[in-house]
T-cell receptor
Framework: NAGVTQTPKFRILKIGQSMTLQCTQDMNHNYMYWYRQDPGMGLKLIYYSVGAGITDKGEVPNGYNVSRSTTEDFPLRLELAAPSQTSVYFC???????????FGNGTRLTVT | GESVGLHLPTLSVQEGDNSIINCAYSNSASDYFIWYKQESGKGPQFIIDIRSNMDKRQGQRVTVLLNKTVKHLSLQIAATQPGDSAVYFCAETPRRSQGNLIFGKGTKLSVKP
């Protein structure tokens, strides 16, 4: 049982490049979330999903896209990377609402 | 790696002392609250949670207090150890929010041996 796994751990992108941040969980959790964390700040919600095939925007969705084709995977897509997207990205999941989300160890992204 | 504690309020305590970390939450409709610990280069790690129908909850060496009147949470760590050094975040979940968390800014706890 690996919990929430995120890949890659680090990535450097040039402005305008695209990439997909991978997140997978092996706990059969329905709810999954993407957060970003800027230096010295708390986490902010980008997108979330309440189950396969269902996604919705969080507080800061602009510049990102997500999909949820399976229960296990919840990839986050950056189509045109911008310096403002330099951040640490965390994926989280819970089985039912009302419990604490489990977090992955993050992907540190730098856009230059 | 880069510290997520840059520009954060810092609490410095002596090993063995008790620590109290405070948090003001924003949404009066929040009904579930969580404290997370974050070490450098890692994701938030669950410490303790509390629901809005409670005022206090205790775990191993940790206690969370909730004051709904002034929208305030606190985390008390007893007999603080060097391994407790980290950034601590409170998070709230508004009712009917599908589990989405609203995070506070965080406090960096530094334990002196």
């Amino acid at each position: 049982n690996a919990g929430v796994t995120q890949t890659p751990k680090f990535r450097i992108l040039k402005i305008g490049q695209s990439m997909t941040l991978q997140c997978t969980q092996d706990m059969n959790h329905n709810y999954m979330y993407w957060y970003r964390q800027d230096p010295g700040m708390g986490l902010k919600l980008i997108y979330y999903s309440v189950g396969a095939g269902i996604t919705d925007k969080g507080e800061v969705p602009n510049g990102y896209n997500v999909s949820r084709s399976t229960t296990e995977d919840f990839p986050l897509r950056l189509e045109l990377a911008a310096p403002s997207q330099t951040s640490v990205y965390f994926c989280a999941s819970i089985g039912v609402v009302g419990g604490p989300p489990h977090f992955g160890n993050g992907t540190r992204l730098t856009v230059t | 790696g880069e510290s997520v504690g840059l520009h954060l309020p810092t609490l410095s305590v002596q090993e063995g002392d008790n620590s109290i970390i405070n948090c003001a939450y924003s949404n009066s409709a929040s009904d579930y609250f969580i404290w997370y610990k974050q070490e450098s280069g890692k994701g938030p790690q669950f410490i303790i949670d509390i629901r809005s129908n409670m005022d206090k909850r205790q775990g191993q060496r940790v206690t969370v207090l909730l004051n709904k009147t002034v929208k305030h949470l606190s985390l008390q760590i007893a007999a603080t150890q060097p391994g407790d050094s980290a950034v601590y975040f409170c998070a709230e979940t508004p009712r009917r929010s599908q589990g989405n968390l609203i995070f506070g800014k965080g406090t960096k706890l530094s334990v002196k041996p």
